[in-house]
């Protein structure tokens, strides 16, 4: 069993910047792929970005792509989502995902383990 934690919502101006973390435990972590997924409200939960077991592959929505950047220190068990050029658009409760998997995955319903959220609020 994987638990995820997240970190490093809040709440900042357009324009500007946040780096979420999600720690993981329970489980080893070089064996899964992670995502990051927000929900707006009265939204379905989205997909934001992914990233490989070992880190060398990416994926991005069109919507992030450019202004986000997707990483993971497997001797932290930490996945990170550095976010720049907030919009208001961006806000969100923001979600990270763990799935056993080699591949990439951006379907929510590829993904076994999710944390709690953490809210990023871009005010315009």
């Known amino acids: 069993q994987v638990q995820l934690v997240e970190s490093g919502g809040g709440l900042v101006q357009a324009g500007g910047s946040l780096r979420l973390s999600c720690a993981a435990s329970g489980g080893t972590f070089s064996n899964y792929g992670m995502g990051w997924f927000r929900q707006a409200p009265g939204k379905e939960r989205e997909f934001v970005a992914a990233?490989?077991?070992?880190?060398?592959?990416?994926s991005y929505s069109d919507s992030v792509k450019g202004r986000f950047t997707i990483s993971r220190d497997n001797a932290k068990n930490t996945v990170y989502l550095q976010m720049i050029s907030l919009k208001p658009e961006d806000t969100a409760v923001y979600y990270c995902a763990a799935v056993r998997s080699k591949a990439i995955a951006s379907r929510i319903g590829a993904y076994e383990y999710w944390g709690q959220g953490t809210q990023v609020t871009v005010s315009s």
């Open positions: 990233i490989s077991r070992s880190g060398g592959t990416t």
